[in-house]
């Protein structure tokens, strides 16, 4: 029992060293367009070139969608009861991460490239650089904070995109089981929603 318990501690300490975590840079929290103006530009896109966002953008954009904004730990979105039980996954080329604010990076979950499992028929997420994938605890309550969570993370992201000249797009048509089993979520989780982000062509 003891050897199996010992080589179960050296498999996990070894697939730990093996993951490439992203550090990602401090968020810029100021510049862009004026508000009223991206909210005027703000739109829906299809077309995405396939070149990878630069890290700094990366964060920052990240941290629109879920950063922490304030000293005691408040988040650039609202959550009901201050539950702040949200998660953003992120779909890469290289792999699949879960955004860690508290210490500004990116956890890798695995190696695979997950985007063909947000693209169902929609090719082109396929080689759009990101898709953030939205995760909340099942919501038992009645009220779909869930939801209302991933709304207000999304909307934040899709400002970003209009201020910055990134396109955008929200999407439900993705393989939801598949998605919870390869980002090895919990019964108790759920994929809400999904948002694809690049380049214009």
């Known amino acids: 029992m003891k050897k199996i318990l010992l080589l179960t501690f050296f498999c996990l300490s070894y697939a730990t060293a093996q993951a490439k975590d992203i550090a990602l840079p401090r968020p810029e929290t100021s510049g862009g367009m004026p508000l009223m103006e991206a909210v005027a530009a ?26 922490i904004s304030s000293t005691d730990g408040k988040r650039t979105i609202p959550t009901a009861r201050n539950q702040q039980n949200f998660d953003v996954y992120v779909l890469l080329d290289d792999g699949s991460y879960i955004y860690d604010a508290q210490n500004n990076q990116l956890r890798q979950i695995g190696d695979k490239d997950l985007r063909p499992l947000a693209a169902t028929s929609q090719n082109f997420v396929k080689t759009a650089p990101l898709t ?15 939801a209302l969570h991933a709304g207000s993370a999304y909307q934040n992201v899709g400002l970003f995109c209009a201020a910055f000249g990134l396109n955008n797009v929200v999407r439900g048509l993705i393989d939801y089981d598949a998605l919870h089993e390869a980002l090895g979520l919990s019964a108790e989780q759920e994929v809400i929603t999904s948002q694809t982000i690049g380049y214009p062509q």
């Open 132 to 146: 953030l994938v939205f995760v909340a605890p099942k919501d038992t309550s009645g009220h779909n904070y869930a």
């Open 42 to 67: 703000r739109r829906t896109h299809r077309e995405f070139s396939p070149r990878r966002l630069e890290t700094q953008t990366l964060s920052n954009l990240l941290w629109t969608a879920w950063g």
